[in-house]
């Protein structure tokens, strides 16, 4: 009797483990539970100095109000050879979407360095790289390395130095909008949906 | 020799306790090292705390065994500890738990404080538990490794934000090794029992 009670305590203790590690036995990866998250609980998002390629410093917070439109953000670094190439083209993709589609008075592309390398020159040179249509996709690059930190803490982007100079990160859309809300992440291949995502915010904002 | 193998046993779970906290930079810095040096070194702690409480308890005579039959009747065969251990086990081939445990404080107390309670309560079990039921909870740890490793091995994405992709597959290669040696070892060392019992 004592055994089948000290049986159930036991699986009742380790199942609760398991399910507290899994956040409810519906993420083994910190990148799902990081999406989940965000869906669920928007963030606000804490402000950064950006440089952008003409060589001004602006505030962040201060770029998305002024715009006013949902901005689809990735992560990036002028310099990668392997992801950022594929995250590149999707949003490529996405620019031609929002074109085709006449959003681009409600939804735009914000690409963000976070490699402290990259200065106005090479964002400019990556923007022509991708081919980007200036009034859809805007690139920027972080002014203080603590504020980046703090910034990617908020995202959730882990950026893990790796060889040859490159980092690996996670990558994904993030749907922020102009109040300076982290509303929704979208994985990389479902470009589409991202863009829905950004419609819909862009349409219960009223514009 | 009681009294020696106390100390000794002892001074073993600080060594391997403080080794694992002092470079925890360094052992968290790779995943491979992360899973298959420091989470086992902390579960090899709580082993050797509890053998080391063993063997300071039987130092001192007692008069009768009361206390052991209440313990004994709670940890069956230790198969309700070996569950539990099984399962704590399960918690840390979640890659999430690695990450968090990088940047969540109750997910690194998680690990630091229940690893080593883990190790004990594996001790504990296996003291009480018999061949069959060893068997069963090694084999189910070890297929449950190595599934997990053949995954780490063959995933094109990172299921680490915080490592890479490489160190990953090293990581899968590791648990993989891990689960054909820890058999392999337990074999050689418990060849006797296993062969008495099938040939029973």
């Known amino acids: 009797m004592r055994w ?16 507290w590690v899994t956040a409810g036995f519906t993420a083994l990866t910190a990148e799902d539970a990081r999406r989940q998250a965000v ?48 995250q590149g083209s999707q949003t490529g993709r996405l620019q031609q979407a929002i074109g085709e589609r006449g959003l681009a008075s409600r939804v735009r592309l914000l690409s963000i360095s976070f490699d402290p390398r990259d200065r106005a020159h090479e964002l400019a040179g990556y923007a022509r790289r991708m081919d980007a249509r200036p009034d859809v996709w805007q690139f920027l690059s972080f002014a203080d390395p603590g504020e980046r930190d703090r910034l990617l803490g908020i995202f959730g982007i882990v950026v893990v130095p790796a060889p040859l100079g490159q980092f690996e990160h996670n990558a994904a859309f993030h749907v922020v909008t102009p109040d300076g809300r982290l509303a929704r992440i979208v994985d990389l291949d479902d470009p589409g949906e991202a863009l829905r995502v950004a419609e819909t915010l862009a349409a219960g904002a009223g514009r | ?48 705390a509890e053998q080391a409480w063993r063997a300071g308890r ?57 690893l080593p309670v883990a190790g004990w309560i594996l001790r504990a079990s296996l003291r009480r538990s018999n061949t069959v039921v060893k068997l069963f909870f090694l084999g189910n740890f070890c297929w449950m490794g190595a599934i997990a490793g053949l995954i780490y091995q063959d995933q094109p994405v990172r299921l680490c934000n915080a490592y890479l992709q490489d160190d990953q597959a090293w990581t899968g290669n590791g648990l993989i090794a891990l689960s054909i040696a820890l058999p392999a070892l337990w074999l050689l060392a418990r060849i006797g029992p296993v062969w008495r019992y099938l040939n029973r």
């Open chain 1, 4 to 19: 089948a009670l000290a049986l159930l305590l036991a699986l009742a203790a380790g199942a609760g483990s398991l399910y």
């Open chain 1, 39 to 86: 869906a669920s609980d928007p963030r606000p998002l804490p402000d950064a100095r950006v440089l952008r390629p003409d060589g001004a410093t602006v505030s962040l917070l201060e770029d998305l109000r002024a715009d006013g439109r949902v901005a689809i953000v990735n992560f990036f670094y002028s310099r990668c050879e392997s992801l950022c190439l594929a």
């Open chain 2, 1 to 48: 020799m009681s009294a020696r193998a106390c100390l000794a046993n002892a001074s073993a779970a600080l060594a391997l306790c403080a080794a694992a906290l002092v470079w925890r930079a360094p052992l968290t810095a790779l995943m491979s090292t992360h899973m298959l040096v420091q989470i086992p070194l902390l579960v090899l702690a709580g082993v050797c």
């Open chain 2, 58 to 114: 039987d130092r001192v005579p007692r008069g009768d065994s009361g206390g052991r039959s209440a313990a004994w009747s709670y940890n069956e065969y230790g198969m309700p500890g070996l569950l539990f251990v099984s399962l704590v086990g399960a918690c840390w081939m979640v890659p999430r738990a690695l990450d968090e445990a990088l940047i969540d404080w109750r997910m690194a107390a998680f690990k630091v404080l229940g």
